[in-house]
């Protein structure tokens, strides 16, 4: 019988330690509410938030490329080509955030149904690999075609990056 209360009061110890830790941290900093949250480590004041249909999701990434671009010392005419897959790829990542939202409020709807149909979603989330499939080619598409007009030095630039990037990976 006293070893089965010394693991019992040992486990509400433990459970009370626990407790108070995680209501200090939120007292301490506040409770993180969705528009808060960070995608991230905050690095050099860069980070945004990851809410649902965020959009700064995409001032991140292209802010990430152009970060790169200014380092390839681009002509006029790459950075003009430059400037108009910018624009692309905006316009389509902008609209994946809001096909995201729109599925996610699909799916909140269809499972807080008394009786939710998961064929329903079964085929919507189908639908969707295939439409982020379409993206990701189209993308991959633009960016090596732009690879491809680039000169000698701007390329070993980039394979030097891509090497850095994944160095010691699978090492």
């Not at 390839?72 to 809001?98: G, W, Y």
């Amino acid at each position: 019988m006293k070893h089965k209360n010394r693991y019992l009061i040992g486990g509400f110890i433990v459970i009370l330690i626990a407790l108070f830790s995680v209501f200090g941290l939120a007292s301490a900093w506040g409770t993180p509410d969705e528009s808060e949250r960070t995608f991230g480590p905050r690095k050099h004041g860069r980070c945004f938030n990851r809410g649902p249909g965020s959009k700064n999701v995409t001032e991140f990434i292209m802010w990430r490329i152009e970060k790169k671009i200014k380092e390839l010392d681009l002509s006029d005419d790459q950075m003009e080509e430059f400037n108009a897959i910018q624009k692309t790829l905006e316009t389509r990542i902008n609209h994946l955030i809001d096909e995201r939202k729109l599925m996610m409020d699909e799916f909140y709807k269809e499972i807080n149904k008394e009786e939710p149909d998961l064929k329903i979603l079964k085929g919507s989330m189908k639908e969707k690999i295939v439409e982020m499939s379409r993206f990701m080619d189209e993308t991959l598409e633009l960016i090596f075609g732009f690879y491809e007009n680039l000169d000698q030095d701007q390329k070993a630039k980039v394979l030097e990056d891509i090497r850095e990037k994944f160095e010691g990976y699978g090492k």
